[in-house]
T-cell receptor, first 110, second 114 residues
Framework: TQLLEQSPQFLSIQEGENLTVYCNSSSVFSSLQWYRQEPGEGPVLLVTVVTGGEVKKLKRLTFQFGDARKDSSLHITAAQPGDTGLYLCAGPGSARQLTFGSGTQLTVLP | NAGVMQNPRHLVRRRGQEARLRCSPMKGHSHVYWYRQLPEEGLKFMVYLQKENIIDESGMPKERFSAEFPKEGPSILRIQQVVRGDSAAYFC????????????FGDGTRLSIL
């Protein structure tokens, strides 16, 4: 069973600060996806990283896939209250289903 | 373009009753996935279906839970004789045949067991 561990589990910061959340596994993944989930809604796909060492940017969000494809990070620059949410990483399991990490609950205070 | 539609959004049942959760995939998507999410946790895979076929049900409890995706109509996740531990948010995702993983999730059904 491939497991994804996310850290920290909870993060509360002030508006304007930078932050990094992590997604780690002992297994190699062919790709990893990052989602954001807001209360009462389903997860929304932010990005898919495929190549070891890959870096993708989405406005103030920077996603990195580790060289060995066992870990990934999400860095947010100058966080805003609108960034508040549950950030989930996910990797492919068997038969096209996704294995999710337990998430990082981010709260950005104004 | 309508996204993945789930209904009801909220469902309250008493212990021992049946719960039926419905999922209509995005137009053109023939693959449906069901996930369960407990409070402050990630999503746990339950079952993956194509039209009229269950492809992978390795994450679904053997007792009381069943899923179907008929040729016509939505996919149904059915929980019989519900217990308190079934309280959770249930999410459905869909993908087209050529996609290698689901990408679009519905907004879920929040099931509460009294």
């Amino acid at each position: 069973t491939q497991l994804l561990e996310q850290s920290p589990q909870f993060l509360s910061i002030q508006e304007g600060e930078n932050l990094t959340v992590y997604c780690n596994s002992s297994s190699v993944f062919s790709s990893l996806q990052w989602y954001r989930q807001e209360p009462g809604e389903g997860p929304v796909l932010l990005v898919t990283v495929v190549t070891g060492g890959e870096v993708k940017k989405l406005k103030r969000l920077t996603f990195q896939f580790g060289d060995a494809r066992k870990d990934s990070s999400l860095h947010i620059t100058a966080a805003q209250p609108g960034d508040t949410g549950l950030y989930l990483c996910a990797g492919p399991g068997s038969a096209r289903q996704l294995t999710f990490g337990s998430g990082t609950q981010l709260t950005v205070l104004p | 373009n309508a996204g993945v539609m789930q209904n009801p959004r909220h469902l309250v049942r008493r212990r021992g009753q049946e719960a039926r959760l419905r999922c209509s995939p995005m137009k053109g998507h023939s693959h449906v996935y069901w996930y369960r999410q407990l409070p402050e946790e990630g999503l746990k895979f339950m079952v993956y279906l194509q039209k009229e076929n269950i492809i992978d049900e390795s994450g679904m409890p053997k007792e009381r839970f069943s899923a179907e995706f008929p040729k016509e109509g939505p996919s149904i996740l059915r929980i019989q004789q519900v217990v308190r531990g079934d309280s959770a948010a249930y999410f459905c995702a869909s993908s087209p045949p050529e996609a290698i993983r689901p990408q679009h999730f519905g907004d879920g059904t929040r099931l509460s067991i009294l």
